[in-house]
């Protein structure tokens, strides 16, 4: 079993910027790769980004590409989401996601989720 535990979400201004972090504890933490999902009222779970285990290869959705930024540490047991240039259209509630197979973490099928974020922005 994997507990992931996500925290730094909270209330910023448009074009303001946010840090989210996902603490691991359980099974090797390097051995998942590790993701990001949001959900926004009444919206299905999207994928926002996600970072292999080694940490090498990252992935980003194209409404996100360029403003956010995910990264692991391995040592620390986390993994990040640093949010820039926020948009109200961000406001969701986020989820870390942890899985032995990218292609399933990327279409929302990973082993393990976090119990969630909320991250409102306002214009």
């Known amino acids: 079993q994997v507990q992931l535990v996500e925290s730094g979400g909270g209330l910023v201004q448009a074009g303001g910027s946010l840090r989210l972090s996902c603490a691991a504890s359980?099974?090797?933490?390097?051995?998942?790769?590790m993701g990001w999902f949001r959900q926004a009222p009444g919206k299905g779970r999207e994928f926002v980004a996600r970072?292999?285990?080694?940490?090498?290869?990252?992935r980003y959705a194209d409404s996100v590409k360029g403003r956010f930024t995910i990264s692991r540490d391995n040592a620390r047991n986390t993994v990040y989401l640093q949010m820039n240039s926020l948009k109200p259209e961000d406001t969701a509630v986020y989820y870390c996601?942890?899985?032995?197979?990218?292609?399933?973490?990327?279409?929302?099928?990973?082993?393990?989720w976090g119990q969630g974020t909320q991250v409102t922005v306002s214009s």
């Open positions: 996601a942890a899985g032995a197979s990218i292609y399933y973490l990327e279409v929302g099928q990973p082993d393990y």
């Open positions: 359980g099974r090797t933490f390097s051995n998942y790769a």
């Open positions: 970072i292999s285990a080694s940490g090498l290869s990252t």
